[in-house]
């Protein structure tokens, strides 16, 4: 990739590649390298990016759960998002999908393409004027593409590293690319980074379907800060589920999730909070107490908030055990 304007462009550009002259008309720029993926025991659907522009993810990876996950690069084509999924709504296979689309582009040779649908099903596309380093390997349930990489080997370093990498879908997409960078990625260098995990069915509600979606917009180690955004996706994951135990009185699995948040974040006063609240819930108000004094020293607008929680029973100790946490 060699730019990527996040705005539209409204001339005619002129771009000469290999001794061809290529004309694009209102279509950005997105050289980056990238990968999509289903994990066989979830169904989940997930794509992943990196590039050297601002707010990569506004441009190349779409997705919808039950349907399936597509990512456009090189000299992008953002209509190949939607329109892809919609294709694979319609009954194509990715396959057909794909050629579909390039059929109807007179600027194909410049496009790198990949789409997955919810079966596993993959298919992905190369031109052949995409600037050097470019290509794509095509796996089980997976496809990593790249162009204007520092050279020819980021994309295998991709496949290998995703196929051996454990942990949840996301988790090992991140890895993917972590070892794309680390084989040389972008000839550029680095500056934003995407992720986009679908679940396998749709639930009919599209505020539900998205597993992960975390966006690195602008940074000097895109990776690295998405890769501590994934963790604090997983904590705050677990602070739900705490969430959802403390609602149905089940406050022996609310202290495990709550614990296990902790454990990703230790440094979030608001875990540490939801977790000594749930000890005091659970009688074992000792802890409870050690734990809020900390807090309360650090930022005493908790203490404020410890009352409140009465009333809609989210703290259910006694008033006398309300004094002394009060009086910390």
Wanted: glycine share 6%; charged share 25%; hydrophobic share 45%.
């Amino acid at each position: 990739m060699r730019w990527i304007f996040v705005t539209v462009l409204t001339l005619i550009v002129s771009v000469n590649i290999n001794s061809q002259q290529v004309f694009l008309k209102k279509e950005p720029f997105a050289h980056t390298y990238s990968i999509v993926a289903r994990d066989t025991i979830t169904g989940e659907m997930g794509v992943a990016v990196q590039s050297h522009w601002f707010s990569v993810g506004s441009l190349v990876i779409w997705g919808k759960a039950g349907v399936g996950v597509v990512a456009t690069q090189s000299f992008v084509n953002p209509s190949f998002g939607p329109r892809g999924i919609s294709l694979l709504e319609n009954g194509l296979t990715p396959k057909l999908a794909v050629k579909t689309l390039l059929e109807l582009d007179e600027n194909r040779e410049v496009r790198q393409l990949a789409i997955l649908d919810a079966h596993g099903n993959v298919e992905a596309f190369t031109g052949k004027n995409c600037i050097d380093a470019a290509g794509h390997i095509i796996g089980d349930n997976f496809s990593v593409q790249a162009n204007l990489m520092d050279k020819n080997t980021v994309w295998p370093a991709m496949a290998e590293a995703f196929k051996n990498a454990k942990g949840s879908l996301a988790e090992r997409m991140l890895t993917a690319m972590e070892a794309a960078q680390k084989e040389g990625g972008d000839i550029r260098g680095k500056q934003s980074a995407a992720i986009l995990v679908v679940k396998a069915k749709s639930t009919g509600n599209s505020w539900e379907d998205k597993v992960v979606d975390l966006r690195v917009e602008d940074n000097d180690n895109p990776l690295q800060e998405m890769r501590r955004l994934l963790t604090i996706h997983t904590a705050y994951e677990f602070m739900n589920k705490g969430d959802l135990a403390v609602e149905t009185g089940d406050n022996t699995f609310a202290k495990e999730y709550y614990m296990n948040a902790q454990k990703l974040n230790p440094d979030n006063l608001e875990m540490k909070y939801w977790f000594a609240i749930t000890l005091a819930n659970n009688g074992e108000l000792i802890e409870a107490k050690k734990i809020l004094k900390d807090i309360f020293k650090q930022n005493s607008k908790w203490k404020e908030l410890t009352p409140r929680l009465i009333k809609p029973k989210l703290l259910t100790i006694s008033n006398q055990e309300l004094q002394e946490i009060l009086k910390l």
